[in-house]
């Protein structure tokens, strides 16, 4: 599927190619695997309906095919249609732990990728904050498949444009709060600081989840600690269990609009070795699945999934770990509230 020129259309109009009609029209779903095989039909993610051919749209599926600010193994830029492909083996008709059809009870729909010039940072971070700022004015919310973790700068820009400050729940092996790397101030070790600075996130409800590794000084987590973030380290699953760290978690979000970034080196290189800067002895894909379900209720407004570096993966395992992620972020969406109860 091609890139889709969504800054090219007004926030008042409707999708491209797309006909008037009343919203109690039912969704347009994707194409069944029961129709088509998994392998066969529509690029788009889980083969959804392309944005510009449904009437409306409560959850988009956004790529950000951009890596120009990785400090070790490029490669993201390719993570969107590493996901897409991935995404072909999913069953989305039915999601059993919400006992919900994510993609039958809202529209869903793939908005294409965003153009970022990979030769010129500060215009690419314009360009996604312009287009993601205009597509919220269209679209209920979106979840965006990165590219490298630069771009949730803009994209927090975007979402702060729409509902102000959000409850920032980042999962990361890294704290992601550097001030500049090689003198640079917009890398992918950088965005949360520049967010802090310009007011993007609630200081008091933010949380880093997943954090491990050696760092190049004491400082990296002195500063990060001013900021303001709560950090749920890796090693705390092991000791303090998958209950209590959600529980941790929703008493820190609160009712607050929720963002979610989510890096995949949160996860162990077992379970997600196409990345481009792994950490050893990291979640599971399941204890990151269950975190996730944990979180069902509270008012998530968006998320991101990066780093995704498909040239280092090894039989789709991380390209399709990060496809069941975006699947499970769409099924969030539909249960979003004010701070309701988790799932039992």
């Excluded at 347009?28 to 409306?56: H, Q, W």
């Excluded at 904050?129 to 990165?146: K, W």
């Excluded at 992601?176 to 600081?193: E, I, Q, V």
């Amino acid at each position: 599927m091609g890139s889709i020129p969504i800054s090219s259309t007004k926030p008042s109009d409707p999708p491209r190619g797309a006909t008037m009609a009343s919203d109690q029209e039912p969704p347009i779903g994707p194409v069944s695997g029961r129709d088509v095989p998994r392998f066969a039909g529509p690029s788009t993610f889980a083969r959804l309906p392309e944005l510009r051919d449904v009437p409306r749209c409560d959850v988009a599926i956004l790529g950000i095919p951009f890596d120009s600010g990785t400090s070790y193994r490029p490669g993201a830029r390719f993570g969107p249609i590493g996901i897409r492909q991935a995404s072909r083996h999913l069953r989305t008709n039915y999601h059993p732990a919400y006992d919900s059809e994510p993609f039958v009870e809202q529209q869903v729909a793939d908005a294409g990728d965003v153009t970022a010039n990979p030769f010129d940072i500060n215009e690419a971070i314009e360009q996604i904050e312009t287009a993601a700022t205009d597509l919220l004015g269209r679209v209920g919310s979106i979840v965006t498949m990165g590219g490298d973790h630069t771009i949730s700068l803009p994209l927090l820009r975007a979402v702060n444009h729409h509902v102000g400050p959000v409850a920032l729940v980042h999962f990361d092996a890294h704290l992601d709060t550097w001030d500049t790397y090689f003198k640079a101030p917009f890398t992918h070790g950088t965005p949360f600081r520049r967010a802090a600075e310009e007011g993007l996130f609630l200081d008091d409800a933010s949380v880093h989840v997943g954090i491990r590794g050696p760092l190049y000084s004491r400082d990296d987590l002195d500063s990060d600690a001013e900021l303001g973030f709560r950090v749920i380290h890796c090693d705390d699953f092991q000791t303090r269990g998958i209950d209590e760290i959600v529980d941790q978690i929703r008493e820190r979000v609160g009712g607050h609009p929720m963002y979610l970034s989510i890096d995949i080196d949160v996860l162990d290189p077992s379970h997600a070795p196409g990345t481009g800067t792994p950490e050893i002895a990291g979640m599971s894909s399941r204890e990151l699945m269950l975190v996730l379900r944990g979180l069902a209720g509270l008012n998530l407004v968006g998320a991101d999934v990066v780093e995704v570096a498909p040239a280092y993966d090894h039989a789709e395992t991380t390209t399709l770990a990060a496809a069941t992620i975006v699947f499970e972020l769409t099924s969030l969406l539909l249960r979003k509230g004010s701070g309701g109860p988790a799932i039992g």
